[in-house]
T-cell receptor
Framework: AQSVSQHNHHVILSEAASLELGCNYS??????LFWYVQYPGQHLQLLLK??????LVKGIKGFEAEFIKSKFSFNLRKPSVQWSDTAEYFC?????????FGAGTTVTVRA | NAGVMQNPRHLVRRRGQEARLRCSPM?????VYWYRQLPEEGLKFMVY????????ESGMPKERFSAEFPKEGPSILRIQQVVRGDSAAYFC??????????????FGNGTRLTVT
């Protein structure tokens, strides 16, 4: 069974700071990896996904993630955050139809 | 094109009552997935349904929980005799086909169940 581990529970940073959220997974087969974001009071939205090809994936709103197979990692990055990036971020790995999520990282961006 | 609709958004039940959570998938979607998010934890898969069929209920507690997706109408997640430990956010997602690798799921806003 796969599992997903997110390194940080809560991250607080100032606008224009760089953001990196760690995600490690344990699964031996072919992985499909996702980052979802949940803004306050809203539904989960897909930020980006990886299933093959270029390990550096670009998503919406200036986010990107890098798949490093040897490290079983899929870290999320954004060079310069905005106040509107305040949200909860979830890493997930998919096997067939089933998603396994990390516990989530709450990101608070101070203006 | 409306997204996945869940209602109610918030539901408060006393211990021992029943909770009914509804999910209307996106138009044209016949596959529904329920996930539960307990406090301080990530979302956990509960059940996968197609119209009138339960495909995988491996994540559902064996007792008190049931799910259905009838031919007509929304999918229902039913929790009988709720206990405080059932307090959580319950999310529904849908897809047009069996959701295989590479396809993201479309999630609803969730129902936050509080058991008092």
């Amino acid at each position: 069974a796969q599992s997903v581990s997110q390194h940080n529970h809560h991250v607080i940073l100032s606008e224009a700071a760089s953001l990196e959220l760690g995600c490690n997974y344990s699964y031996g087969g072919t992985v499909n990896l996702f980052w979802y974001v949940q803004y306050p009071g809203q539904h989960l939205q897909l930020l980006l996904k990886y299933f093959s090809g270029d390990p550096l994936v670009k998503g919406i709103k200036g986010f990107e993630a890098e798949f490093i197979k040897s490290k079983f990692s899929f870290n999320l990055r954004k060079p310069s955050v905005q106040w509107s990036d305040t949200a909860e971020y979830f890493c997930a790995v998919k096997n067939d139809y089933k998603l396994s999520f990390g516990a989530g990282t709450t990101v608070t961006v101070r203006a | 094109n409306a997204g996945v609709m869940q209602n109610p958004r918030h539901l408060v039940r006393r211990r021992g009552q029943e909770a009914r959570l509804r999910c209307s998938p996106m138009k044209g979607h016949s596959h529904v997935y329920w996930y539960r998010q307990l406090p301080e934890e990530g979302l956990k898969f509960m059940v996968y349904l197609q119209k009138e069929n339960i495909i995988d209920e491996s994540g559902m507690p064996k007792e008190r929980f049931s799910a259905e997706f009838p031919k007509e109408g929304p999918s229902i997640l039913r929790i009988q005799q709720v206990v405080r430990g059932d307090s959580a956010a319950y999310f529904c997602a849908s897809s047009q086909t069996r959701d295989r690798e590479g396809s993201p799921l479309h999630f609803g806003n969730g129902t936050r169940l509080t058991v008092t």
